[in-house]
């Protein structure tokens, strides 16, 4: 049963244009939704997040917006710049019932192209 | 301000043995997760610990345990460990029950297991 679910594996961008990741989650308890940027043999950084009660938030050139209606959450990086190369993955958190654990979608590895 | 310390960074251990893991979190933090990274089933959740009491188990066999120390330090042991244990070993930390809202969970560099 995967909660959360990122559909693309991988994603190519030009340099300078908007890199548009999304995912998709299942379970409405969810309250909180972080996105984290990965390197190999390194933990996930992270990036941004956004509360359940709002729809967008900002974060320099990372934006991310929630759709609860779709249950589905899209990170924006504009512009998109080749150091953004890596791994992105988004995670929910169902606090009420399940503490600090986060869910983790499979992840979409994004190349950014000069 | 130092981040999430994960040690050892790399780790064999053949078949049968058991493993200790250890994670420093973040000044102040206190509260640290565990979470399992392998190619087939992405980030899995492990367990996690708020003021030494444990507050949430993944779906782990029981060989995987941890525990957190008055200082918020934590350990993850694994015992009897089997080629399928070998993956990368995070620990999280987050400043209290309902996590940094600004900075999300702060995730150390990982150990890096493999069973042989």
């Known amino acids: 049963d995967q909660q959360v679910k990122q559909n693309s594996p991988s994603l190519s961008v030009q340099e300078g244009r908007i890199s548009i990741l999304n995912c998709d989650y299942t379970n409405s308890m969810f309250d909180y939704f972080l996105w984290y940027k990965k390197y190999p043999a390194e933990g996930p950084t992270f990036l941004i997040s956004i509360s359940s009660i709002k729809d967008k938030n900002e974060d320099g050139r990372f934006t991310v917006f929630l759709n609860k209606s779709a249950k589905h959450l899209s990170l924006h990086i504009v512009p998109s710049q080749p150091g953004d190369s890596a791994v992105y993955f988004c995670?929910?958190?169902?606090?009420?019932?399940?503490?600090?654990?986060?869910?983790f979608g499979q992840g979409t590895e994004l190349s950014v192209k000069p | 301000k130092a981040g999430v310390t994960q040690t050892p960074r790399y780790l064999i251990k053949t078949r049968g043995q058991q493993v200790t893991l250890s994670c420093s979190p973040i000044s102040g933090h206190r509260s640290v997760s565990w979470y399992q990274q392998t190619p087939g089933q992405g980030l899995q959740f492990l367990f996690e610990y708020f003021s030494e009491t444990q507050r949430n188990k993944g779906n782990f066999p029981g060989r995987f345990s941890g525990r957190q120390f008055s200082n918020s330090r934590s350990e993850m042991n694994v015992s009897t460990l089997e080629l399928g244990d070998s993956a990368l070993y995070l620990c999280a930390s987050s400043l209290d029950n309902f996590g940094q809202r600004r900075h999300g969970y702060t995730f150390g560099s990982g150990t890096r297991l493999t069973v042989v």
């Open positions: 995670a929910a958190r169902d606090f009420y019932n399940q503490g600090g654990k986060l869910i």
